[in-house]
């Protein structure tokens, strides 16, 4: 029993970060395999391979570069719309192992979900962000998604349930964000409420 919370707990973790980080949170997998920093179940050596970490790695540093730029990180965000839910579904699918295939479909639904969830808020509060005419708002942010990422998938490497309270948490907090978010979104773009739900 424990054992299923904790790779349901990774799972979570994996995917919630996926939606934010896609590629940090690839390269965190593979180093931790890598070099064995908690001991790991047989699935996720898919993750030690020195060109998924090269790769993970490469596209983190132009993420890193790219996410610090009003506009830029919009843009970027647009692009991963896609990316990072896929991402997540795949993470989750690969965390699982051998399982029958009516669970990994389920499993790649929440890891999908939990990606798009995180996604959609991290691109939403971006595009309300850069609404402002300095820089420094978009800096915070994307620096405390940084650490949030690499402490959410370190935490569910040591401590999946943990993790997966973490994740339950930071979804009741996007449910409740989520209503300010578009209101923000479409004031940005010029589009009253009232007018947008008709």
């Known amino acids: 029993m424990l054992e299923t919370l904790a790779l349901l707990g990774r799972t979570m973790g994996f995917s919630f970060a996926a939606g934010i980080n896609l590629y940090a949170t690839v390269a965190i997998l593979g180093l931790a395999t890598r070099f064995g920093w908690v001991d790991l179940p047989a699935q996720f050596r898919v993750f030690d391979n020195d060109i998924v970490i090269a790769v993970a790695i490469v596209l983190y540093i132009i993420e890193f570069v790219a996410d610090k730029i009003p506009w ?68 915070i942010l994307s620096l405390g998604e940084d650490v949030f990422v690499i402490g959410l998938s370190a935490l569910a490497l040591k401590y999946p349930i943990a993790a997966a309270l973490v994740v339950i948490l930071g979804v009741v907090v996007i449910l409740s964000f989520a209503a300010w978010i578009v209101r923000a979104i479409r004031r940005r773009w010029g589009t009253p409420p009232t007018v947008a739900a008709t």
């Open 72 to 139: 830029v990180d919009s843009v970027w965000d647009a692009v991963h719309t896609v990316v990072r839910p896929i991402g997540g579904a795949v993470l989750a699918v690969a965390t699982l192992g051998e399982a029958d295939p009516t669970v990994k479909g389920l499993i790649a639904l929440l890891g999908g979900t939990l990606a798009a969830g995180t996604h959609l808020t991290k691109a939403g509060t971006r595009a309300a962000a850069n609404t402002s005419p300095e820089p420094f708002s978009n800096w």
